[in-house]
């Protein structure tokens, strides 16, 4: 048993409250790791608004970074191993695993639902009472019990602040360009909301060698961001999403190959197929709320063989994935560290969630004492 401090969501719709909570040693397959930073995501948002439910009382986070402490049974990583933490430990055996859909592993996004790791028990107490987990992490503690599957190994001079984002927003923007929508060098590609995740797109479009890079959002600040990533034209909503996929398509030349969406708007997600070309396909990544509905044009759909594709996690493996992500950092392809906007201690993990509530940052990163 290890004490920790953690951030805790008491209930949906509460502000997160630091207490010291119990921590239970690793299972067979499992390890304990020494979180070191956290980037705090939408997905986070999504589970305190109730957007996403949540068993609560929770400790949220899913994109950590740290060095492993201590082993379970049958587990080959060695203590003190800098690792980058992944929310999809992928059994390899369900039907989707075997169809190499490891991103849509059935076994670990049941255990999810659950609120514990993934034989469906929590690691996590207070006085007696168990906390439950979030994405099968949890990481917005100091020390975090995750399935030896989550943990991908990282040199260990690679800042764990940049660590931290690969586990989540970075592998889902850099994975919708070069996996979900498999854009090839000269493909023109336009991204729709330039947080966290579509800025990582942004970088992804431009380090595979897309001709073009249209970034649309509806804050100023964060398009300036997009262009110094390399985006070749920024563009402001304008009216509704057909005014919109106009601009796109005259500032792509005639419309794009993908246009990823990093909203969760349906309204967004109208105006990225709008301004998708024949055989273009419309990404879905953002996170939109259940009983949200999206329309297209369906004529094009058979006619111009426009696709949409849904996106989660970028359709990303991470043993495979996270390492060229890091080779890429280390070349200056990706500059993740951009992406930082603020860094912050736990006990002010409270302020790094209203930052990104009001859209005013871009990645708030929590760093652990």
Not at 145 to 167: E, K, N
Request: net charge negative; aromatic share 4%; hydrophobic share 45%.
């Amino acid at each position: 048993m290890t004490a920790v401090r953690a951030a805790v969501l008491p209930r949906t719709g509460a502000e997160l409250e630091i207490h010291e909570l119990t921590l239970a040693d690793p299972r067979p397959g499992e390890v304990r790791v020494r979180v070191w930073a956290t980037g705090v995501c939408h997905s986070d948002l999504n589970a305190i608004d109730g957007t996403a439910e949540t068993r609560c009382p929770a400790v949220l986070g899913h994109e950590g970074s740290g060095v492993v402490e201590q082993v379970g049974a049958d587990v080959d990583i060695p203590v003190g191993q800098h690792v980058a933490l992944s929310w999809m430990p992928s059994c390899g055996r369900c039907e989707e695993c075997v169809r190499d859909l490891r991103h849509l592993c059935r076994t670990a996004w049941e255990a999810m639902g659950t609120g514990g790791l993934l034989d469906g028990t929590s690691r996590l107490s207070m006085n007696g009472r168990p906390v439950f987990h979030y994405s099968l992490l949890s990481t917005f503690a100091e020390y975090a019990v995750v399935d030896a599957r989550s943990c991908i190994p990282i040199p260990d001079d690679l800042p764990f602040d940049v660590a931290s984002l690969i586990g989540c927003c970075v592998a889902t923007g850099t994975g919708a360009v070069w996996r979900t929508a498999q854009v090839r060098p000269g493909d023109r590609v336009a991204v729709f909301g330039c947080g966290g995740v579509g800025l990582s797109a942004v970088m992804g479009a431009v380090a595979i060698g897309a001709s073009t890079v249209t970034a649309v959002d509806i804050e100023r600040d964060k398009l300036a961001v997009a262009e110094e990533l390399g985006a070749t034209a920024t563009l402001e909503w304008i009216g509704g999403p057909e005014e919109t996929a106009a601009l796109v398509r005259e500032a792509a030349g005639g419309g794009v190959d993908a246009a990823i969406e990093a909203t969760g708007r349906p309204e967004v997600a109208r105006a990225a197929f709008c301004a998708t070309r024949a055989r273009g396909a419309a990404v879905l990544i953002g996170i939109p709320r259940a009983d949200a509905e999206v329309s297209f044009p369906a004529l094009s759909i058979p006619r111009l063989e426009r696709r949409v594709l849904g996106s989660i996690y970028g359709s990303t493996v991470p043993e495979r994935d996270f390492p060229e992500i890091v080779e890429r950092y280390r070349r200056g392809e990706l500059p993740i560290d951009r992406l930082i906007s603020h860094r912050l201690p736990l006990e002010r993990i409270g302020e790094a969630v209203g930052l990104l509530q009001r859209g005013v940052t871009l990645r708030p990163v929590v760093l652990m004492a």
